[in-house]
């Protein structure tokens, strides 16, 4: 067996099990979309029922940010299985997207974790009020 044979059959494994990982963090990704969706409804519906404040979007976001960092994982992996240049552009310019959508899910999270404070403050500063 020759140095040739070794490493074409290693690049073959290496292909093989670039994908299969790849592949698992895309489904780890969607079953996180799933989850924290149907978290989030869970979570809304019982904000009505109970009348309780919890912002769902704060929630829902986490999940979409999460899922979002497995696909890109996802992505980065796909790295090690390009062939040409031109996978590569495509590739590239993916990434970028899911990272813009990342900072913009990051964002908006923490805009609603500070209009939550400020909810919270102002009813804070009611309940003092009616205190005295």
Excluded: P
Aim: aromatic share 6%; glycine share 6%; with cysteine.
């Amino acid at each position: 067996m020759d140095i040739a044979t070794i490493i074409a059959g290693y690049k073959g494994f290496l292909f093989g099990f670039a994908e299969i990982v790849a592949y698992t963090l895309e489904l780890i990704g969607i079953i996180i979309i799933l989850a924290g969706t149907a978290r989030a409804i869970f979570l809304l519906l019982r904000h009505y029922r109970d009348n309780a404040r919890r912002n769902v979007v704060i929630d829902l976001g986490r999940a979409l940010a999460l899922a979002l960092e497995c696909k890109m994982g996802s992505e980065i992996i796909h790295t090690v299985i390009v062939r040409d240049l031109k996978e590569l552009g495509i590739l590239a310019v993916v990434i970028l997207i899911r990272a813009l959508l990342a900072v913009i899910i990051h964002w908006e999270i923490r805009m609603e974790q500070k209009d939550e404070e400020l909810f919270a403050l102002k009813k804070k500063n009611k309940q003092e009020e009616k205190s005295e």
